[in-house]
């Protein structure tokens, strides 16, 4: 495909927001592979959902052949961006640093390709080029090429400063060092192009700009819109956000895959075109498909199971539909070994302790996995399942037959109060 068809493609998802001259910018992709840098701070020892939109354009630039740097900025995440925030990051240490950029690594290696070849992607730390950098070399090579002027001027400077907390001169800083990030990757890696979000447009001016004002050339900038939901709010802001982690540790592939599943109708159709490499054909099929019957949520569906396979992999991503299934009128006498291990991470665990005949009595296995009283049980037996059969059909006692693999006892109070109970000893685990 052509070098410049990304372009084409960014503007089909809605992927175009700011960029530097349209033309120069299409003939610059035309002319042959493009080096193409995105920068990713680690602020934290895990990258989030909010950066899936940046890390796929990285790999939609890829995949049109050109070559992506990932930039993990060791350096840049010491102070942390301004943009977009009220009030100051705390600063990390070199210690935070290392140990968060070791947990980004494999994260930004797992979206890109680093396999031999014209396409292949690097991964870079400014860190490497900052870190040695005098004070006085700084002033020189970089702060001499910016005015402040022009610096008051950015969004994420000014907004700042009428507030009460303003601004700290090292915050004020940021921009000069992601500027420098770029002269030094046009230097080293001829990068002539820069991605990221729309909050990072001053930022990739003031990098384009410092690059013309010392190496004399024409590099570009190009940003996409920030994902907001249809409610108007930023992407991720209704679960936490930020805390929403594409680390299974921090953020479990079922929680990733249920808050997909949760998407509103409306933002169906542009999440799958901005957060997922699915044709933009297959999309617009999808999201018709999914209009005419909205209620089965198809649409929802597919954008989790294809972001939280991109994320974990397949098999995570299909043991997070089979719990997600479990848990939202699927039956438990269909659920697989594999899929009750997963749920036993996702709900409360109770122990199911059989007596001596093998048989556990109903109302004490209930009573004990949600902390009611046997009276209370009783009185409102109606009220519970277990394993998808109302209690008040199971008798007094429920015996080995009635656990799903000889192990598992799905037991839910309610429309959606479950517990997970478990044989011990049975296959391992609990």
């Known amino acids: 495909m052509g070098g410049d068809a990304v372009l084409d493609d960014l503007a089909a998802r809605g992927l175009l927001h700011d960029h530097t001259d349209p033309a120069e910018l299409r003939s610059m992709l035309a002319a042959g592979p493009v080096t193409v840098y995105c920068g990713f701070d680690p602020t934290a020892d895990s990258l989030h959902v909010g950066n899936l939109q940046s890390l796929l354009l990285l790999r939609?630039?890829?995949?049109?052949?050109h070559r992506p740097i990932a930039l993990a900025g060791g350096a840049t995440g010491m102070i942390g961006d301004p943009s977009g925030r009220d009030a100051e990051r705390s600063l990390l240490d070199d210690a935070t640093i290392d140990a968060n950029l070791a947990a980004i690594r494999p994260q930004?290696?797992?979206f890109l390709d680093f396999e031999s070849g014209p396409t292949q992607a690097r991964l870079v730390d400014n860190r490497d080029w900052t870190a040695p950098m005098s004070v006085l070399e700084f002033l020189r090579d970089v702060g001499k090429h910016v005015t402040v002027n022009t610096m008051l001027a950015k969004d994420s400077v000014r907004s700042r400063l009428g507030?009460?907390?303003?601004?700290?001169?090292?915050?004020?800083?940021?921009?000069?060092?992601?500027?420098?990030?770029?002269?030094?990757?046009?230097r080293d890696h001829d990068c002539r192009l820069q991605v990221a979000g729309s909050d990072q447009w001053g930022n990739i001016v003031a990098g384009i700009d410092l690059v013309r004002r010392t190496a004399g050339a024409t590099v570009h900038g190009?940003?996409?819109?920030?994902?907001?939901?249809?409610?108007?709010?930023?992407?991720?802001?209704?679960?936490?956000g930020g805390g929403l982690w594409l680390d299974p540790d921090r953020t479990s592939p079922y929680r990733l895959y249920q808050y997909f599943m949760q998407t509103d109708d409306r933002d169906v159709e542009p999440w799958l075109l901005r957060l997922t490499l699915l044709g933009v054909d297959e999309v617009r099929?999808?999201?018709?498909?999914?209009?005419?019957?909205?209620?089965?949520?198809?649409?929802?569906?597919?954008?989790?199971?294809?972001?939280?396979?991109?994320?974990?992999?397949?098999?995570?991503?299909?043991?997070?539909?089979?719990?997600s299934a479990l848990l939202f009128g699927g039956s438990p006498l269909e659920a697989s070994p594999t899929t009750f291990e997963h749920l036993a991470a996702e709900?409360?665990?109770?122990?199911?302790?059989?007596?001596?005949?093998g048989r556990v009595e109903v109302a004490g296995l209930l009573a004990a996995a949600f902390g009611d009283s046997k009276g209370q049980v009783r009185k409102n037996l109606a009220g519970y399942t277990i394993n998808g059969v109302r209690a008040p059909e199971?008798?007094?006692?429920?015996?080995?037959?009635?656990?799903?693999h000889g192990r598992w006892a799905l037991l839910?109070?309610?429309?959606?109060?479950?517990?997970?109970?478990?044989r011990a000893g049975a296959g391992g685990g609990m």
């Open 108 to 110: 930004l290696e797992r």
């Open 222 to 240: 190009l940003t996409a819109p920030l994902i907001t939901g249809s409610d108007g709010r930023k992407f991720g802001k209704s679960t936490g």
């Open 347 to 357: 709900i409360p665990t109770a122990p199911v302790l059989p007596g001596a005949d």
């Open 412 to 422: 839910r109070k309610g429309k959606s109060n479950y517990v997970l109970g478990a």
């Open 394 to 404: 199971l008798g007094d006692a429920v015996g080995l037959e009635h656990l799903v």
């Open 285 to 323: 099929a999808a999201a018709a498909a999914h209009a005419e019957a909205p209620g089965r949520r198809d649409g929802q569906a597919l954008l989790a199971r294809t972001i939280c396979g991109f994320v974990h992999g397949d098999e995570a991503a299909a043991a997070a539909a089979q719990v």
């Open 163 to 186: 507030r009460d907390s303003g601004i700290s001169f090292t915050e004020f800083s940021y921009m000069l060092l992601q500027a420098n990030d770029f002269a030094v990757l046009h």
């Open 60 to 65: 939609r630039f890829q995949l049109h052949g």
